[in-house]
């Protein structure tokens, strides 16, 4: 069953920007370049793309081809409609549960693939326990570009 969309978390970004094996992988699987609609990423993520790049002194070259990369998404803002209800349910539900995700960003990212529905490319295996009752997600191993969780 084809997915309805798709919400890419950072490391899928970078990875499609870098064309690393990740990013080959996630597109040979999901064709998300031949797709009509656009993948959608969090706004945080854009910052955390460029924060990736800065930290690792990208050149013009490298981060000509991140910014082509993110033009090439949906960015949605942090006010989308039930994406601000969705994090704080699953910021409570985590630390409730004893499983609060690692960093702050993801429940983010987390947000809004549940609000969206769509399905969630990820190299985090953060997003694990939120799957089924708050998302869907693949999750591909960063260094290989297998798929390691998901259908």
Not at 5 to 33: I, N, Q, S, Y
Not at 93 to 107: C, E, H, L, S
Not at 112 to 126: F, I, M, Q
Request: proline share 5%.
């Amino acid at each position: 069953m084809t997915p309805a969309g798709f919400v890419l978390d950072t490391g899928v970004v970078v990875a499609l920007a870098a064309k690393t094996a990740v990013g080959r992988a996630v597109d040979e699987r999901h064709g998300l370049r031949l797709r009509p609609d656009k993948p959608l990423i969090s706004i945080v993520s854009v910052g955390e793309c460029l924060a990736i790049a800065r930290r690792n002194k990208w050149g013009e070259k490298r981060l000509s081809t991140l910014h082509d990369q993110l033009a090439s998404l949906a960015v949605v803002e942090l006010g989308q409609t039930g994406v601000v209800d969705a994090y704080a349910s699953i910021w409570a539900t985590t630390r409730a549960a004893g499983t609060p995700m690692g960093q702050q960003n993801d429940v983010w990212v987390a947000a809004l693939a549940s609000v969206t529905g769509y399905l969630l490319l990820t190299t985090d295996a953060d997003f694990e326990p939120l799957e089924p009752d708050f998302l869907r997600h693949e999750r591909f191993d960063p260094d290989t570009g297998t798929l390691v969780h998901g259908q």
